[in-house]
């Protein structure tokens, strides 16, 4: 095993060393003196953290480990993936420690809730001549969409009209995760 980037303390130079032994006393050697030295690693501690990931109406309960001291967010991001279950992208909802709140460090956390971004169903609403039918698009919770493109559905080719975002109001352009529904009108 090599580590980068260990300063020697018999030479002073910051090169890779080597490992000669692990355990209560790491042992590495300098690669450019050959000098052996003890080195203290920095242990991390781990909290399992219970997530709670919703896709689409139904929900399944992951049990991970993470950094004690990571901090978690509402809105933030994470790998989820506890050996059982399927990987996924999440983005957190919702954090409980003694009370819901914004933020917290993983070792307080008791549970966390999240919705799958890695693949999400787009709600769309196609209208033509004042009817209006509503779809649902199975898509990547990266791609893009924008007001003035067209998309090719079930219902039909349509332009997009208008995009309602998850965190309230509209936009021009946002990520399928992001979007709460999106209307086109059919060409």
Partial sequence: MQ???IIC?????????VTVKMGREHLVRCG????????????VKI??????????????????????TEELYVGQEMLVDDKSHDLVLAQITSLETDRRVEKAQARSVKAAWARAV?????????????KTRSIKLAVSGE??????QILDSEAGRCRVEKIKLRQ?????EAKASEITRIWGKRL
């Fill in 118 to 130: 890695d693949d999400v169903a787009l709600k769309v609403s196609v209208f033509k001549d004042g």
């Fill in 9 to 17: 303390p018999a030479c002073g130079e910051a090169s890779e060393h």
């Fill in 32 to 43: 450019s003196c050959g000098t052996v030295f003890p080195l203290q690693l920095e242990r």
């Fill in 47 to 68: 909290a399992v953290l219970k997530v709670m990931v919703s896709r689409e109406g139904s929900t399944k309960v992951y049990l991970i480990e993470v950094p004690a």
């Fill in 168 to 172: 309230g109001g509209f936009a021009d």
């Fill in 3 to 5: 580590d980068d980037q």
């Fill in 143 to 148: 791609e893009s969409y924008s007001l003035g």
